[in-house]
Nanobody, 124 residues
Framework: QLQLVESGGGSVQAGGSLTLSCIRS????????MAWFRQTPGKEREGVAA????????EYADSVKGRFTISQDNAKNTLYLQMNNLKPEDTAMYYC?????????????????WGQGTQVTVSS
């Protein structure tokens, strides 16, 4: 069983930065994938970025490429999402997810574990 706890959300003005953190506890198999998703009311949850824990390969949604960076600190069992040059359209609840690598990284199906979410609000 794996537990995920996000933190770091908040309110910023457009152009600002935030760093989200996701602390994981519990057992993970070697070939795991961690990801950040976001969701706004009335819309489906969408993949933002993913990281393959066994090799460090990363994936990004086109809408955040060049602005967001996903990374991990294995010593701290923590996944990060550094978000720069934030835009109002980045406003959403952000979720950390974990699951076995395989399938479409940006789809919710491959992920077995989810955090409770942290709200990010970007004002213009």
């Amino acid at each position: 069983q794996l537990q995920l706890v996000e933190s770091g959300g908040g309110s910023v003005q457009a152009g600002g930065s935030l760093t989200l953190s996701c602390i994981r506890s519990g057992y993970t198999t070697p070939r795991y994938r961690m990801a950040w998703f976001r969701q706004t009311p009335g819309k489906e949850r969408e993949g933002v970025a993913a990281l393959y824990t066994f090799g460090g390969t990363t994936e990004y949604a086109d809408s955040v490429k060049g602005r967001f960076t996903i990374s991990q600190d294995n010593a701290k069992n923590t996944l990060y999402l550094q978000m720069n040059n934030l835009k109002p359209e980045d406003t959403a609840m952000y979720y950390c997810a974990a699951g076995m690598a395989g399938g479409n990284w940006a789809a919710t199906g491959p992920y077995d574990y989810w955090g409770q979410g942290t709200q990010v609000t970007v004002s213009s």
